[in-house]
């Protein structure tokens, strides 16, 4: 495991204590939801005021800015959490970290803010699409400022001080939507949105720097911009990092690539749009993984096995709770969320299930692992998962359309899951026999639950039917875990210390 360099001699003191880790998955949560609501409404307003060509462009220059942020972060932000959750007690090595990860951020992001604006005319040519250019500028000062919003987000998570991710996101996420809607309004187009786009990423980044150094300090600010002992063992261990990172893209994007070259764009459409309702169900997962993970490193090993062992249970619980509304209602849903026009969404969406599920547990075991210096185990995993992706669809897609890739997505995910949960098995400890028996109980909880759904109906449902049927369902896969003692009296009182924690500032 690489360990960062010791402090210098006769350093002493130590940053802001940890908030509790009930405390820190509510403010990830509402951070997350924050951001939803802010983008869902932004996403409206320029979809129905631009009008589909100028929206159009707008889309494309924000696409090539998610490619060029990729390399410009390079895994520095998550490589710079996993060395300050190692260190968080020592507040001298906590400022000397963030400094020379802020200059490593500099150096890189700010090229790379130049260069993609001054090759805004010819990447405009190369599209065909003239009013790329001011589009392209926009977001190329927005990828100045997320690379910069990133190191502090992954700070934020390492300390454990989710509460300021929150307030860095609220300002960030109301500047972004505010300059957008002032510049479009006025007439700037989809230019306009896009730097208002630059603006709210610019305007969080310099917030994040002042809380962090009003925090912890102004010594959290670079002197230089080059070398040092801590730079590059950021950057040794973000290479993995951003190996990892780039495999994950490439997963995510796959699907939707193959799916247009054998099938259509129409129907790498109606895969797309389901894959966007499960991003929702992932918040909880994540908030939970942003809590718990950077506690695996600092903590004593039974403490952190505890964590590790009782979020998993957590997420297991919660996660099988989103698998019967899929299953049995899949087309009401997509009929409610994307209209009658995506009916053809509803098979991938039930088919993703198995997805969706293992999507609330990836972040926490993905995210554990990186933060204990095992990175580069992570790089096998994240290639197969992807070739094992690729190839069944490959098999799948002509044969069987867009179900293939659903297919494909969940057989890669799944093996994806697995690897991780065997690399903590190994490096914690966990108990994988306890985890199997709640699995066991929760699925039997999925069925009563999904019986009581089918019961309500299974396609035009009313919105008495909504109501009746959900809460029905939800008190039949309670029932079910209390008759199976999977969840009973201990749980409650631990929830109830564990607020009472949260109220009085301790961190459990």
Known sequence: MVSPPPPPPGATGGPPPADSVIGNAGFSLLAQLLTSVFTAGLTLFLARYLGADRYGIFALAVSISALVILPVDFGIAASTGRFLADRRGDLVMVRALLADALALKLVLSIPACLVLAALAGPIASAF?????????????????????????????????????QFRVQAVESAVETGASVVFVVLGAGAGGAAFGRGAGYLVGAVFAVAVTTRVLGRDVLPRR????????????????????????????????????????????????????????????????????????????????????????????????????????????????????????????????????????LAPLVSLAVSYVGQARRRVPVAIATVAINAAIDAVLIPRMGIIGAAVGTDVAFAVYVAAHVLICRREFGIDLRPLGLTSVRAGLAGAAMAGVLVLAGIRDLTAREWIVGGTAGLAAYAAVLAVTREVGADDIRAVRASLRRRRSGAAP
Not at 237 to 260: H, R
């Open 128 to 164: 065909d699409t003239p009013g790329l250019v001011w589009p392209l500028r926009g977001v190329a000062i927005a990828v100045l400022g997320q690379s910069v919003l990133l190191l502090y987000q992954g700070t934020f998570a390492a300390m454990g001080l989710l509460r300021l």
């Open 225 to 360: 911009l080059g070398g040092g002992e801590r730079m590059r063992m950021i950057s040794a261990y973000a290479w993995p990092l951003f190996l990892v990172n780039g495999a994950f893209t490439l997963f995510e994007q796959i699907d939707i690539l193959l799916i247009g070259a054998i099938e259509s764009a129409g129907s790498a459409g109606l895969f797309q749009a389901p894959l966007r309702l499960a991003t929702f169900l992932h918040y909880p997962g994540l908030a939970v993984a942003n809590a718990v993970a950077p506690r695996m490193v600092g903590d004593d090993p039974a403490t952190a096995r505890r964590r590790l062992q009782a979020a998993l249970r957590g997420l297991i619980l919660l996660d099988t709770a989103f698998v019967p509304p899929l299953l049995v209602w899949a087309e009401p849903i997509t009929r409610l969320t994307l209209g009658r026009e995506y009916a053809g969404s509803a098979p991938v969406l039930r088919t993703l299930t198995p997805f969706v599920f293992l999507l609330g």
